[in-house]
């Protein structure tokens, strides 16, 4: 196997560690608030550098080139932070997944509500601040384009003015935006003074995927990260402890380090999905429908790759209307929890859709793209 340490990319592609993996990304990034935590908190070594000129290199040789990538010290590479934890999960015997079948259905449910569900909120407060915090995203993204500031200021042009929108970022519906985040960080807080972790006293999947939005986003940029000190202090400590190596959960007094028992889900988790099902569930149906409407009118070949964002959807949150470009991604991810409910047989199937149903969450188990989503040689591709 060729190895991509050849590639004349300089000498931060030797790791110090021999042992560790390289991950490249930096610290904004929104995906690789996942991985990153998920590789701390299961003591996988690995040294972080920045990612340029690699990505690009890597985006010109599979066609994509994104955060996070890792690369292994033989060569190996995986791109994109669901398909790294994917790995190593399935390397060291699952221990993110909850033994309950319910809270394993929790748990996949809030991986797509970390990966999706927070995406809105997590680009508002990123783009529509500029007086407050644009000296900060500044110096980020000049760190990231290896120190070009004018480089730098043309990014953040595109990404807040072009990308932002498309993920119903716009003046309408800054008022909204900003009303459900808050809600999230009030109900999530609340869970959080009772238990460190979604489902007790260690993370699930769930954790790691809130971490995209909660981490390189609203956990570090100025204006919700003081949001979060202010009004969500345990939604705070949460974030610095998905990032420790430790359990770090000293003020749970003689609470075990494992996920509840009895496949328990707390009434304060029900309440918190059920928040998120005022914009994902009707943001997803309308997803499904725009992105169905473009698979029948494109017919992407098989093993076609699957964009990041296809089609066009609308739909409305309390007298909102919130226009997206429909991302077919949360279907992969999706896909996962109709799966897991499938998989269950008898009072146990039972009990998880009863679950959902109280949520407000059942819709979403219905929504199956007309094609589905795979992978191969790192990209998300479309299949029959």
Partial sequence: MPSWFDDPIGPAMKPDNPEAVLLYSVAQSLYTGRARSYMIKQGIPYEERAPQPYLYQLGKKIGRGSMPTIVFPDGRIIRDGVAIVDFFEERSGHPAKPPGPSQHVVSLLFDVLGAEGLNRPAMHYRWNFDEEQYDFILYHFTSQMNGDEELAKKVIAHVSTDVAPRWGVRPSTHAITEKLYEGFVEKFNAHLTLYPYLLGGKPCLGDFGLMCPLYGHLGRDPVPHRLLQMR?????????????????????????????????????????????????????????????????????????????????????????????????????????????????????????????????????????????????????????
């Fill in 232 to 384: 969500g202090p345990w939604v705070h400590r949460w974030v610095e402890r998905m990032n420790r190596p430790e359990p770090d959960t000293g003020e749970y007094i003689n609470l075990p380090h494992s996920f509840l028992q009895d496949d328990e889900v707390p009434e304060t988790i029900i309440e918190l999905l059920t928040h998120f099902a005022l914009d994902f569930v009707p943001e997803t149906i309308a997803s499904h429908s725009g992105i169905n409407r473009w698979l029948e009118e494109n017919k992407p070949a098989i093993g076609a790759q699957c964009e990041r964002y296809v089609g066009e959807a609308k739909f409305d949150v309390e007298g909102t209307a919130i226009h997206v470009c429909p991302q077919p991604f949360r279907f992969y991810l999706l896909e996962r929890v109709q799966s897991a409910i499938q998989a269950l047989k008898g009072s146990d199937q039972a009990y998880a859709l009863a679950l959902l149903d109280t949520c407000n969450m059942t819709a979403v188990l219905d929504l199956k793209l007309d094609r589905k989503i795979g992978r191969a040689n790192n990209l998300e591709v479309w299949l029959d």
